[in-house]
């Protein structure tokens, strides 16, 4: 079986570092870019993990992906806005067979696919702008994966894990497929847990449901997540953000298995954290705003649901961004 893992940045070096040093009949390839290209072309692929092991992976590694051809596997493991410009360079790599794994935080391009007649051929316009990605990746090679672990690039060409093994699979349509079935026994066999769920967008909602509160704000106040959920005139805004996101999701037939304040403890549970939009603004690196935000109002204009303090969040994020330079417009 052939596996690209495309962006093997801190999830995807870590799914590819693991893979490649699975026992299983894989020939895993990365496709990643500058130093951390070189790095790994030069030294391997280096994963620092308490719960895995320290280890080196030898994996073919590219920046074009012609080089590797068709794929059983593509895994996407790239931040959601940097799909839609690569769309193209995508081609080589999906032949008939092609399964796309959707390795990213954020409503899926897919999102619409399998979800009912009323819903087919319609499109996320904030991460799939004029159909380029769904073009190079038809919606039913889709095969949605919800990322739980966490880890970054500490330098170039080494990935340390953080914490986490689950990445949750589960087809577009709630089938229990045989190539999700086996990307999933791939997983297992690499160390991590990965189910094959029935209905994947309520684990993408309950996912979501933090980063599309959390994220913003965090960006807007510079608070850390304990903070944003439990001063209470912070934790008010992102409430009535969630609250906003389940009615969308809601509409659209997700079904959310905690209550809103349930979730909000969660997040505060997990400390002084900053979220990963509010490191990318202190880093300089663009924000996944679109994945994460526009494309839930997106989904609540589908459904015909008000979000107020969604969209005014919004709006303060992309302006915050934009005058970072991390936001086009
Ligand atoms: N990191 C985490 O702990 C978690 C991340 N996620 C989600 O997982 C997804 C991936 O995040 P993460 O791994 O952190 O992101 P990273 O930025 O670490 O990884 C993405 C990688 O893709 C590379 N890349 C981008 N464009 C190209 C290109 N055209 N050609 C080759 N390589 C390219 C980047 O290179 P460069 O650095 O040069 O831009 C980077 O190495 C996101 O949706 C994120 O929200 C979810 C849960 C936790
Ligand atoms: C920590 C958390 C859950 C914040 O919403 C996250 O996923 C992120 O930073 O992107």
Known sequence: ???????????????????ANAEI??????VARGPHLAAIRDNGLWLISEEFGDQVAQVEATDDPAELGPQDY???????????????????????????????????????????????GRRVEAVDPGGVVSAALPPEKALGCVVYPAAE??????????SGDRFTLGEPDGSKSERAQRFSEALRKAGFKAPVRPRIRDEIWVKLWGNMAFNPLSALTHETLDHLATRPELRRIARAMMLEGQAVGEALGARFPIDVDKRIDGAAA????????????????????????????????????????TETILALVQARARVAGLYPG
Not at 25 to 30: F, I, P, T
Not at 275 to 288: A, V
Request: aromatic share 4%.
């Open 270 to 309: 997990v400390g002084a954290h900053k979220t990963s939009m509010l490191q990318d603004l202190e880093r300089g690196r663009p924000m996944e705003i679109d994945a994460l935000v526009t494309a839930v109002v997106e989904l609540g204009r589908a459904v015909n649901i008000e979000m107020p303090m």
């Open 74 to 120: 593509l895994v996407l493991t790239l931040k959601a806005h940097s799909v839609p410009p690569i769309a193209e360079k995508l081609k080589p790599l999906v032949g008939p067979e092609t399964c796309v794994v959707t390795g990213m935080n954020g409503v899926p391009y897919w999102y619409f696919h399998g979800l009912g007649p009323e819903w087919e």
């Open 25 to 30: 009949e894989a020939q895993v390839s990365v």
């Open 1 to 19: 079986m052939k596996i690209c893992v495309f962006g093997a940045g801190a999830i995807g070096g870590l799914m590819a570092a693991r893979l």
């Open 153 to 162: 690039v500490e330098k170039p060409g080494l990935v340390r894990h953080i």
